[in-house]
Structures are given as structure tokens and as C-alpha cells.
């Protein structure tokens, strides 16, 4: 289990790491957990919480990328598609099936999409997650009610991967620490220590606590997103900018206006992009968009122009009309694209990851997404262990169980999330008799488990456990808000705080949320 105080004890008492991992999201994680369980002394180190980024605001897909397919990248395509089927059998408990349905609305579009999903099947191999089917006007109307049927020729019916990104993201942190890492959020990398060119530490500090530590490790990853440049330009002044950031936008929806059990996706927008509506946790997640953001924020804002563009698709597409006020919750996240030169849509850049070596041995692994975080983070270690001249050991988190689960998952209720973790929860919630209460009567959420994230997932923050240990603000952030105070007045207790500290964490909470409502 991950305590915060334990890690801060392992970090003064550690005179060198093996590796140090900048970064807390998909990568960084994935890169700490390969590492630790290779036998290798590892520390993590995010400056925000775990997932807080682009890694907690996808569209909550693992898939092989039907458009790349379109793009004619079917190297792309075939290693999501593995490590898709990998994601599924290596965390079954926050992972699912989903059936989509693409519409058509040409006669040739039939063939050319049916055509390229049934090949979508074919480079699955044996980590197929079901048979892609061509479908008549009239089964396309029945798995789509709300789909508008003028002009429906059919629909191709395929299957593509579901998750929960930060629950995925604190469970990888969780196995990373059992196989012997030390992962710290709330704490940010401010500098580089060299000796002859090379990097031999980094400046680090704890913000909660405002201390700060000079840190020695034999290699150095920055898994930082679309921070990527700031860290490289910590290490190399003039070292020109890699990473060209797009914002994708979301919206969430009540499932009243669009129901069934079957997603909506759409393969061209006007922008070129994908359109999903896809059902999640009871609500349903609209998006997204492609674009280019100059200015890189730790909490990214939907511009007007980009939810005007969900609603008026999801319009254009669907028989149940929506408006701004229908909306429960947008989010904002931003992709770290890898620059291709000047002037290009974002929406064709790639998403295929790089490995680049610095001269000082930092090494940066830039694009990328969730679905092959797992491949990136064995490419970074394999990278820094060469670089560091380290014992080279075997990479096995292909096959490696994430999370703590055992055969059968029972899916009936919120619960499966947690894995064998929840018996845990359900006993902390035998302590006290209130602790039984939901935080929110519209969510599952007791409040044993707001105890169960302080003491076992280092939520230090109302952000932390409404954000991202659950994922409230991302399914209603007005419900967000209303659950707060009960949530800061336990942590309040449980941590030991004051009423002062209660009272900045219900503010702070609440100047972030508002930015998830429209206005």
C-alpha cells in the first residue's frame, strides 16, 4: 500500500537510485512499475498528483486506433492492438469490452470501413475482442436508438477496450510500490546536478511540506507529458521545443439522451477527427476535439468553439437534441504530439511515441497514449539502463497482473474497481458506523473509502479523491461540489488538519470545479 510519509522516508534514507522517473502519469507509472519489478532501485516524482493531467482526461478508451488505420500506419495500429489485448488481460478489473457502432451513410463507405475494421480484426491476432459484423438500416437503429435515421444505409458493429485512466494509473502506482518502488506525488523536479556534462542528480520539492532535496540516481527518465520541454530545457537551455500540444475536449452526458449499451463513433468530423459518445459509469462521454494550444495549463479550459463543435455534432447525429444546460461536466486534456515540422493539423500528427538521449544521459520519451503506455515505459527503461550502463535484466510486465485481483470479477456494482482491496475497504468501514454513508446520493461512494484513499493511495487533496480516486468531478462536477465538505471533513480528521486547512481545501476544490460546469 502507498503511504506518503513511508516514501518520504525512503527518499532520505537512499544515498542513490538505480533510475529516477520524472513524471507521474501513464508513462512515468508504467515506466516506475517496469523498473522496480526488474529488480532495479526506482523512484517516481510528480509535481501534481498522480494522473492529474493529460492521464486522467482520455476518452476513457484502450484501442488500437481505427483512424491511424485510415492513416495507413498499420505498424501504429498493430502494437496498440497487442498491447490493447495485454491492458485487458493484465487488469481485467478496470478494463472492459465495448461494442461500437459506426453508421454509414454511403453504399461504398459499407465496404471501405467494413473492409478496414474487418482487417482492425485480423491484425488483433488472438487478442481479438470480438467479430466485426455489417450491419442492415434497420439492426444499425436498434443497437443506435438515438441515432437520427435519415439517410442510414447501415452501421459496421466492431469491439475496442473501456477503462477507468486514473484508477488504472493509482493501481499501476500501487504494484509499482509492491514490486519495490518509490513513487511520490506533490513533488517537483527544479533542477539538474552534473558532473563532466553528465546528469548526476535532481533538485526536488516536496510542496506540501516545502522542503527540498538533492536526489542521486544513475539514469534519469522525464515522462512528463506535455512538459516534455520544460524538463529537456532544464537539462539543455537552447534545446528547441519537441512537443507540439493539441487540446481534446469532452462533454458528459445524462444516458437519457442516448441510450442502450452500445457507443456511437463517427470516423470523420469536420476537423477530421473522431467522434465518441460513449456510455461510461452511467453517464455518457461525448468527444473529442483536435486543438492547438500554445499556452500549456495544469487544469486545461474548454474553449467555446470546441464545445460548440461536440454539441452541434452529437446534434447533427442524434435524435435527442442537447444543450448547454444538459451538460453535466467538460473536461480539457492536452496530448503530447510529437512536432513534425510547421503548419501541420494537429489531428495528423502522430501518435506514436520517441525515445531521445540527451547528452547529459536524460532520457525523454515524448507521445504516445494510454494504450501503449506499457510499451513506452520497457523503450525508456531499456533506454536508460544502455545509457547508464546499468546490469541489463528482462522486461516482463507483458504478462504482469496490475492491481490486486483474483478470478471471478463481479462487475454487478462500483466495487470491482477496487479489486481484492475492496474486502479492505469494507472493513475500514466496520470502524465507524457512519463511515458507511455515501459521500453523494447520486454515487455509489461510502465514506470508508475516502479513509481507505488517505491511508493505502496518498490522496492528499479533495481534488485527489474526487478527481481521480473517484472519478465524481468527471461524471458531475456540481455533485462534485456538493460531496467537498463531507470529504474534506473527513480527510480533515484523518489526517490530522485544521478547520483552516478544511476550509482552503473545500475553496480550492471549488474554484477547479467550476471550471468543469458551463456557464
Same mark, same amino acid.
Request: with cysteine; proline share 3%.
Given at each position: 500500500m502507498m503511504n506518503r510519509n513511508a516514501m518520504l522516508q525512503q527518499i532520505e534514507s537512499t544515498p542513490q537510485w538505480d533510475t529516477i522517473i520524472i513524471g507521474g502519469g501513464a508513462t512515468g507509472l508504467g515506466a516506475a512499475l517496469d523498473a522496480a519489478e526488474r529488480g532495479y532501485k526506482t523512484l517516481l516524482l510528480e509535481q501534481y498528483d498522480f494522473s492529474k493531467g493529460t492521464s486522467s482526461r482520455s476518452t476513457k478508451l484502450v484501442h488500437g486506433g481505427v483512424r491511424y488505420l485510415a492513416q495507413g500506419n498499420i505498424k501504429l495500429v498493430v502494437e496498440a492492438l497487442k498491447e490493447r489485448?495485454?491492458?485487458?488481460?493484465?487488469? %481485467?478489473? *478496470?478494463?472492459?469490452?465495448?461494442?461500437?457502432?459506426?453508421p454509414i451513410y454511403k453504399d461504398w463507405h459499407k465496404w471501405y470501413y467494413g473492409i478496414g475494421l474487418k482487417m482492425y480484426d485480423i491484425l488483433s491476432g488472438g487478442l481479438s475482442l470480438g467479430k466485426t459484423k455489417i450491419l442492415s438500416k434497420q439492426k444499425t437503429e436498434k443497437l443506435l436508438p438515438s441515432l437520427k435515421s435519415e439517410n442510414v444505409k447501415g452501421g459496421i458493429q466492431y469491439f475496442d477496450g473501456q477503462f477507468d485512466d486514473s484508477r488504472l494509473a493509482i493501481d499501476i502506482a500501487a504494484t509499482a510500490v509492491h514490486y519495490g518502488a518509490t513513487v511520490l506525488n506533490y513533488a517537483k523536479v527544479f533542477g539538474f546536478k552534473k558532473k563532466e556534462g553528465k546528469i548526476v542528480s535532481v533538485d526536488v520539492r516536496d510542496e506540501l511540506n516545502n522542503v527540498e532535496y538533492n536526489l542521486r540516481s544513475k539514469s534519469f527518465i522525464n515522462a512528463t507529458g506535455v512538459f516534455t520541454d520544460t524538463v529537456m530545457q532544464m537539462d539543455e537551455e537552447h534545446q528547441k521545443d519537441l512537443v507540439s500540444p493539441s487540446q481534446g475536449i469532452h462533454i458528459v452526458i445524462d444516458k437519457k439522451f442516448f441510450y442502450g449499451e452500445h457507443a456511437l463513433m463517427i470516423p470523420k468530423t469536420d476537423d477530421g477527427r473522431v467522434l465518441f459518445a460513449v456510455p461510461w459509469y452511467d453517464e455518457i462521454v461525448v468527444g473529442t476535439t483536435d486543438t492547438p494550444i500554445h499556452k500549456i495549463l495544469a487544469e486545461p479550459k474548454a474553449l467555446e468553439e470546441e464545445i460548440e463543435f461536440v454539441i452541434s455534432h452529437f446534434n447533427r447525429y442524434c435524435n435527442t437534441s442537447i444543450q448547454r444546460k444538459d451538460i453535466k461536466t467538460v473536461y480539457a486534456g492536452l496530448r503530447p504530439l510529437i512536432k513534425r515540422g510547421d503548419g501541420e493539423k494537429t489531428s495528423i500528427l502522430?501518435?506514436?511515441?520517441? /525515445? /531521445?538521449?540527451? #547528452?547529459?544521459?536524460?532520457?525523454?520519451?515524448?507521445?504516445? @497514449?494510454?494504450?501503449?503506455?506499457?510499451?513506452?515505459?520497457?523503450? !525508456?527503461?531499456?533506454? &536508460?539502463?544502455?545509457?547508464? @550502463? =546499468?546490469? @541489463? #535484466?528482462?522486461?516482463?510486465?507483458?504478462?504482469? %497482473? *496490475?492491481g490486486f485481483w483474483d478470478w471471478p470479477i463481479d462487475k454487478t456494482n462500483h466495487w470491482h474497481v477496487y479489486a481484492n482491496n475492496a474486502k479492505k475497504i469494507k472493513k475500514i468501514a466496520g470502524e465507524k458506523e457512519s463511515w458507511n454513508e455515501k459521500i453523494h446520493p447520486l454515487f455509489p461512494h461510502i465514506k470508508a473509502e475516502v479513509i481507505w484513499f488517505v491511508r493505502n493511495e496518498m490522496a492528499m487533496t479533495v481534488e485527489d479523491v474526487l478527481a481521480r480516486r473517484t472519478r465524481i468531478l468527471?461524471?458531475? &462536477?456540481? &455533485? !462534485?461540489?456538493? !460531496?467537498? %465538505? *463531507?470529504?474534506?471533513?473527513? =480527510?480533515?480528521?484523518?489526517?490530522?488538519k485544521n478547520n483552516d486547512w478544511k476550509k482552503n481545501q473545500i475553496n480550492s476544490f471549488t474554484i477547479v470545479a467550476k471550471e468543469y460546469l458551463l456557464h
Open positions: 489485448g495485454r491492458l485487458l488481460r493484465n487488469a %481485467p478489473h *478496470i478494463t472492459s469490452s465495448q461494442s461500437f457502432v459506426l502522430s501518435r506514436d511515441h520517441t /525515445i /531521445i538521449v540527451s #547528452k547529459s544521459g536524460l532520457v525523454s520519451v515524448i507521445g504516445g @497514449k494510454w494504450t501503449t503506455y506499457r510499451k513506452m515505459a520497457q523503450d !525508456a527503461i531499456n533506454n &536508460a539502463v544502455f545509457v547508464s @550502463k =546499468m546490469d @541489463k #535484466k528482462e522486461c516482463n510486465t507483458k504478462t504482469l %497482473p *496490475i468527471f461524471l458531475n &462536477a456540481s &455533485a !462534485a461540489m456538493e !460531496a467537498a %465538505p *463531507i470529504v474534506a471533513e473527513l =480527510m480533515m480528521i484523518e489526517m490530522n
